[in-house]
Nanobody, 128 residues
Framework: QVQLVASGGGLVQAGGSLRLSCTAS????????MGWFRQAPGKEREFVGA????????YYADSVKGRFTISRDNAQKTAYFEMNSLKPEDTAVYYC?????????????????????WGQGIQVTVSS
């Protein structure tokens, strides 16, 4: 049974930082792209970033580029999402997701979905 367990959300003031973690079980973590998505109240879920199976390629949405950093530790089966210079508009429920790629790279369009497995959402609230 595949599980993705996210942690690290919370409440932070604008300009602050948070780090989300997503720990996987039940899959060969090193064969999966890991993606991060978010959904703000009243809005559709949007792609915010992804990292390839080996960390060799990392992708960001324009809205978070330069502020957020994605990394992974395959030995720990964990992906990380470091969020800096947070803004109130970053307030959302954040989701991690896994998409099988083997030891290949997905196309730029495929990086945005669909994904095979999803973690539970985790709330991030940025106060002004």
């Amino acid at each position: 049974q595949v599980q993705l367990v996210a942690s690290g959300g919370g409440l932070v003031q604008a300009g602050g930082s948070l780090r989300l973690s997503c720990t996987a079980s039940g899959l060969t973590f090193s064969s999966y792209f890991m993606g991060w998505f978010r959904q703000a109240p009243g809005k559709e879920r949007e792609f915010v970033g992804a990292i390839s199976w080996n960390g060799g390629r990392i992708y960001y949405a324009d809205s978070v580029k330069g502020r957020f950093t994605i990394s992974r530790d395959n030995a720990q089966k964990t992906a990380y999402f470091e969020m800096n210079s947070l803004k109130p508009e970053d307030t959302a429920v954040y989701y991690c997701a896994a998409r099988y790629s083997g030891h290949t790279y997905l196309s730029d369009s495929s990086v945005r979905g669909p994904y095979d497995y999803w973690g539970q959402g985790i709330q991030v609230t940025v106060s002004s």
